[in-house]
């Protein structure tokens, strides 16, 4: 079924290009959870001095959770309304109602010679500019169909409801519906959904923020560094309407940033955002320990699970080969997270390898397809 599926998107991207199905010119499958994604070439360009481009077709890799709550229908349909509003972003052609995006051609942030180390002067202030520009888009003129639910869509100001439906999002979809398989390996790690009870008490706390667009996964990855070393703004997806605190929050937690770094950077989003929208920073020194505790909790439920997929063996055994990894990465959210889940200390590497050992052996028995 996966490589059916492959040779479609494939197809997809060759139509696209006007190529042969196995024409070498297309690059892909590129690296990615939520979709499976080829780079093809776009035709030339009228103008005789311009460098070729690449587009990126891609599509959802079908039966896919989310993990993260979904605003804007169309990825595409974003990034054309914000041409001219935000820089260094994709551009989109027209190729049909969404459009196709121009591929950034570059590295990740996370592929440089020091691939966790800090920003440079440059990508700092670059970074600024796209804090500001996103708190300088006027929310209401982005006229693009949302998926999200009315509930999930507080008024304009109530950042503690903001927060409180990512919370139960995280609740309700990921921990109880999603992750009801893997409740027994939760109780063996000592997880529980109190966590988040405890977290929405908080949120119930903090102070209003005017709404802004916000990028939602401000991540190494999603960050494109260009032939010219300019830093760009990719994977719109998981964009919204909300607390522009939010994605100071998750960048933060993703990041990783020394702690020195970390009040840089905090400084400039505030100078950023600030001049952008008065009174959009207000209470955050106050707020952003609450909205950094949900991405750590969020973290939890999202790896436990991710990591039993991972290790999943056809005949429903662990993958050994890969607990280790799994376990290490499991631990390390555990850890981060830990004053949230209780005073016990977090499950150890080796305890969280255990864990999962006993919820495989614990299930029943698959036998392996003959395929």
């Not at 998107?9 to 070498?24: I, K, W």
């Not at 989310?66 to 820089?87: K, P, T």
């Not at 903001?162 to 309700?172: D, H, N, P």
């Not at 494109?224 to 964009?239: F, N, P, Q």
Request: glycine residues 10%; contains cysteine.
């Amino acid at each position: 079924m996966t490589v059916h599926t492959e040779s479609v998107v494939r197809r997809t991207a060759a139509g696209r290009a006007g190529l042969d199905y196995d024409d070498s010119a297309i690059e892909g499958p590129l690296q990615g959870y939520h979709h499976e994604t080829y780079v093809i070439p776009l035709p030339p360009s009228s103008d005789p001095g311009a460098q070729p481009r690449r587009g990126k077709v891609r599509e959802p890799r079908p039966g896919l959770f989310w993990y993260d709550r979904r605003c804007f229908r169309s990825e595409e349909l974003l990034l054309r309304a914000l041409q001219g509003r935000v820089r260094r972003i994709p551009e989109i052609i027209e190729a049909d109602e969404a459009g196709l995006q121009v591929f950034i051609e570059g590295r990740t942030l996370g592929q440089g010679v020091l691939p966790s180390g800090p920003l440079s002067p440059r990508h700092r202030r670059q970074l600024r500019q796209l804090f500001g520009e996103l708190a300088a888009v006027k929310t209401d003129e982005i006229d693009i169909e949302r998926i999200c639910s009315p509930k999930d869509r507080p008024a304009d100001g109530d950042s503690a409801g903001f927060l409180i439906s990512l919370i139960a999002f995280t609740q309700e979809r990921v921990y109880r519906e999603h992750g009801a398989p893997y409740h027994s390996l939760f109780g063996r790690l000592g997880v529980s959904d109190a966590a988040l009870e405890g977290l929405k008490s908080r949120a119930r706390g903090l102070g209003s923020r005017p709404f802004v667009l916000v990028h939602g996964d401000l991540h190494r990855a999603n960050f494109i560094v260009d032939l010219r070393g300019d830093l760009w703004t990719i994977d719109w997806e998981l964009a919204m309407i909300g607390d522009p605190l939010y994605d100071l929050a998750t960048h933060l937690h993703l990041m990783r940033y020394e702690v020195e770094e970390r009040e840089e950077i905090c400084g400039i989003w505030e100078e950023a955002v600030e001049a952008a929208r008065p009174d959009a920073t207000s209470g955050w020194r106050r707020d952003l320990p609450v909205l950094l505790a949900y991405k750590r909790a969020q973290s939890v439920y999202t790896d436990v699970i991710r990591g039993a997929l991972v290790l999943e063996e056809p005949t429903g055994g662990p993958n050994r080969h890969l607990l280790r990894g799994v376990a290490e990465q499991v631990h390390q959210a555990l850890a981060a997270a830990q004053p949230l889940f209780g005073e016990q200390a977090a499950p150890t590497p080796g305890q969280v390898m255990d864990a999962y050992e006993e919820w495989f052996g614990s299930r029943p028995a698959v036998t392996a397809s003959a395929s």
